[in-house]
Protein backbone atom coordinates (compact mmCIF):
# COMPACT_ATOMS: atom_id res chain seq x y z
CA UNK A 1 0.00 0.00 0.00
CA UNK A 2 0.67 3.44 -0.63
CA UNK A 3 -0.55 6.60 1.46
CA UNK A 4 -0.38 10.30 -0.22
CA UNK A 5 -0.54 13.69 2.04
CA UNK A 6 -1.52 16.58 0.14
CA UNK A 7 -0.96 19.79 0.85
CA UNK A 8 -0.99 23.26 -0.27
CA UNK A 9 -4.33 23.96 -1.57
CA UNK A 10 -6.54 27.12 -0.99
CA UNK A 11 -8.09 30.41 -2.08
CA UNK A 12 -6.37 32.92 -4.45
CA UNK A 13 -7.46 35.93 -6.52
CA UNK A 14 -6.51 35.35 -10.38
CA UNK A 15 -2.92 35.81 -11.56
CA UNK A 16 -1.90 34.05 -8.20
CA UNK A 17 -0.02 31.26 -7.52
CA UNK A 18 -0.28 28.28 -5.21
CA UNK A 19 2.12 25.44 -4.53
CA UNK A 20 0.82 21.92 -4.05
CA UNK A 21 2.92 18.87 -2.39
CA UNK A 22 2.20 15.80 -2.44
CA UNK A 23 4.40 13.30 -0.54
CA UNK A 24 4.07 9.08 -0.82
CA UNK A 25 4.73 6.58 1.76
CA UNK A 26 4.34 2.88 2.35
CA UNK A 27 5.60 0.36 -0.36
CA UNK A 28 7.36 2.44 -2.58
CA UNK A 29 8.23 1.47 -6.33
CA UNK A 30 11.66 2.82 -7.05
CA UNK A 31 10.08 3.24 -10.80
CA UNK A 32 6.67 5.03 -10.61
CA UNK A 33 4.63 8.16 -11.89
CA UNK A 34 3.32 10.61 -9.76
CA UNK A 35 1.14 13.18 -10.71
CA UNK A 36 -1.88 15.75 -9.88
CA UNK A 37 -5.40 15.12 -11.10
CA UNK A 38 -8.71 17.82 -11.02
CA UNK A 39 -12.14 17.37 -10.82
CA UNK A 40 -14.42 20.60 -11.32
CA UNK A 41 -18.44 20.27 -10.28
CA UNK A 42 -20.06 18.71 -12.91
CA UNK A 43 -17.13 17.54 -15.06
CA UNK A 44 -15.29 14.74 -15.33
CA UNK A 45 -12.13 14.10 -12.91
CA UNK A 46 -8.83 15.04 -15.84
CA UNK A 47 -5.17 15.23 -16.23
CA UNK A 48 -3.10 18.26 -15.10
CA UNK A 49 0.44 16.93 -15.15
CA UNK A 50 2.87 14.15 -14.51
CA UNK A 51 6.48 13.14 -13.91
CA UNK A 52 7.91 9.64 -14.12
CA UNK A 53 10.81 8.67 -11.73
CA UNK A 54 13.12 9.57 -14.26
CA UNK A 55 12.05 13.10 -14.68
CA UNK A 56 9.87 12.85 -17.88
CA UNK A 57 6.85 15.25 -17.82
CA UNK A 58 3.86 15.02 -19.40
CA UNK A 59 1.30 18.60 -19.18
CA UNK A 60 -2.33 19.10 -19.95
CA UNK A 61 -2.62 21.74 -22.72
CA UNK A 62 -4.44 24.27 -20.71
CA UNK A 63 -1.58 24.62 -17.97
CA UNK A 64 1.14 24.24 -20.21
CA UNK A 65 3.58 27.49 -19.17
CA UNK A 66 1.67 28.61 -15.74
CA UNK A 67 2.42 25.13 -14.10
CA UNK A 68 5.26 23.35 -13.21
CA UNK A 69 5.72 19.87 -11.93
CA UNK A 70 8.74 19.10 -9.85
CA UNK A 71 9.64 15.75 -7.54
CA UNK A 72 12.25 14.81 -5.07
CA UNK A 73 12.55 11.14 -5.63
CA UNK A 74 14.95 11.30 -2.14
CA UNK A 75 11.48 12.27 -0.10
CA UNK A 76 9.41 10.63 -2.71
CA UNK A 77 7.25 14.12 -2.81
CA UNK A 78 6.10 15.56 -5.45
CA UNK A 79 5.41 19.44 -5.98
CA UNK A 80 2.99 21.44 -8.57
CA UNK A 81 3.86 24.93 -8.90
CA UNK A 82 0.65 27.11 -10.19
CA UNK A 83 1.33 30.51 -12.07
CA UNK A 84 -0.58 32.75 -13.39
CA UNK A 85 -3.95 30.96 -12.11
CA UNK A 86 -7.50 31.23 -13.50
CA UNK A 87 -10.79 31.16 -12.41
CA UNK A 88 -11.24 27.93 -14.61
CA UNK A 89 -8.62 26.42 -12.82
CA UNK A 90 -10.77 25.85 -9.77
CA UNK A 91 -11.52 22.34 -8.78
CA UNK A 92 -10.34 19.33 -5.97
CA UNK A 93 -6.80 18.35 -6.95
CA UNK A 94 -6.10 14.81 -6.31
CA UNK A 95 -2.47 13.28 -5.95
CA UNK A 96 -1.99 10.18 -7.98
CA UNK A 97 0.47 7.60 -7.79
CA UNK A 98 1.08 5.10 -10.31
CA UNK A 99 3.77 1.87 -9.49
CA UNK A 100 4.62 1.01 -12.95
CA UNK A 101 5.53 -2.38 -13.97
CA UNK A 102 3.14 -3.23 -11.04
CA UNK A 103 0.33 -1.74 -12.40
CA UNK A 104 -1.02 -0.31 -8.59
CA UNK A 105 -2.47 3.34 -8.79
CA UNK A 106 -3.09 5.39 -5.58
CA UNK A 107 -4.64 8.69 -5.16
CA UNK A 108 -4.81 11.18 -2.42
CA UNK A 109 -7.64 12.56 -0.45
CA UNK A 110 -7.59 15.67 -2.50
CA UNK A 111 -7.30 19.35 -2.16
CA UNK A 112 -9.04 22.11 -2.83
CA UNK A 113 -7.80 25.09 -5.24
CA UNK A 114 -10.32 27.97 -5.51
CA UNK A 115 -9.37 30.66 -7.85
CA UNK A 116 -11.35 33.99 -7.52
CA UNK A 117 -11.86 36.12 -10.26
Known amino acids: QVQLVESGGGLVQAGGSLRLSCAAS????????MGWYRQAPGKQRELVAH???????NYADSVKGRFTISRDNAKNTVYLQMNNLKPEDTAVYYCNYYAIGATKNYWGQGTQVTVSS
Open 26 to 33: GSIFSINR
Open 51 to 57: IISGGNT
